[in-house]
């Protein structure tokens, strides 16, 4: 069952600009995280951000979390070719669970 | 280097043919998982462990089989029962009670 959506599907900028994506999910949850995935590889986890958190960053990385409207943002800053992948969020299943529920993603392209 | 390690890269297997995907992990996790991943969709559990000789249904386990005889090890076997079983697929594993998962690289599957 689908859990966290993201928003939007595909999104396109220019090198140094901001990207923004979004994920809203369903039942309350104690963490989410946001994964990272280059075309035809494996996942690789950025970042989680615990329910109590409204907001962290790593390097360029900036998460926000608002367990009111359940909802988290990725923001990721002066964007370079390099960040061109899908970006997912996960949540878990509930009940202290390791399993996770993934979005389908957003699909960033960073135009040099 | 501590990782996780899935082979092969690219698999191609006739209609009919069972055939065992291969993930090992040397990062001294307790719990694996694995994953399909479908083009433009998010991951879908398959099949979890929590600890060697145990393991769980995921959200999508018919067609599927897995075994957990040693902690390294998560074998995955697509068995000719799956419908639809050309896909990505993608194992990862967790620490017990930590729920950032590390993914392995993927297997591509191609059933003709």
């Known amino acids: 069952s689908q859990q966290g959506e993201e928003d939007p599907q595909a999104l396109s900028i220019q090198e140094g600009e901001n990207a923004t994506m979004n994920c809203s999910y369903k039942?309350?949850?104690?963490?989410l995280q946001w994964y990272r995935q280059n075309s035809g590889r494996g996942l690789v986890h950025l970042i989680l951000?615990?329910?109590?958190?409204r907001e962290k960053h790593s390097g360029r990385l900036r998460v926000t979390l608002d367990t009111s409207k359940k909802s988290s943002s990725l923001l990721i800053t002066a964007s370079r070719a390099a960040d061109t992948a899908s970006y997912f969020c996960?949540?878990?299943?509930?009940?202290?669970?390791?399993?996770?529920?993934f979005g389908k993603g957003t699909k960033l392209t960073v135009n040099p | 280097d501590g990782g996780i390690t899935q082979s092969p890269k690219y698999l191609f297997r006739k209609e009919g043919q069972n055939v065992t995907l291969s993930c090992e992990q040397n990062?001294?996790?307790?719990?694996m998982y694995w994953y399909r991943q479908d083009p433009g969709q998010g991951l879908r559990l398959i099949y979890y462990?929590?600890?060697?000789?145990?393991?769980q249904k995921g959200d999508i386990a018919e067609g599927y089989s897995v075994s957990r005889e040693k902690k390294e090890s998560f074998p995955l076997t697509v068995t000719s029962a799956q419908k639809n079983p050309t896909a990505f697929y993608l194992c990862?594993?967790?620490?017990?009670?930590?729920?950032?998962?590390?993914f392995g690289p993927g297997t591509r599957l191609t059933v003709t």
């Open positions: 996960a949540t878990p299943r509930g009940g202290g669970s390791e399993k996770l529920v």
């Open positions: 039942t309350s949850i104690n963490n």
């Open positions: 990062l001294n996790h307790d719990a």
């Open positions: 951000i615990r329910s109590n958190e």
């Open positions: 990862a594993s967790s620490k017990d009670r930590s729920v950032e998962q590390y």
């Open positions: 462990s929590q600890i060697v000789n145990d393991f």
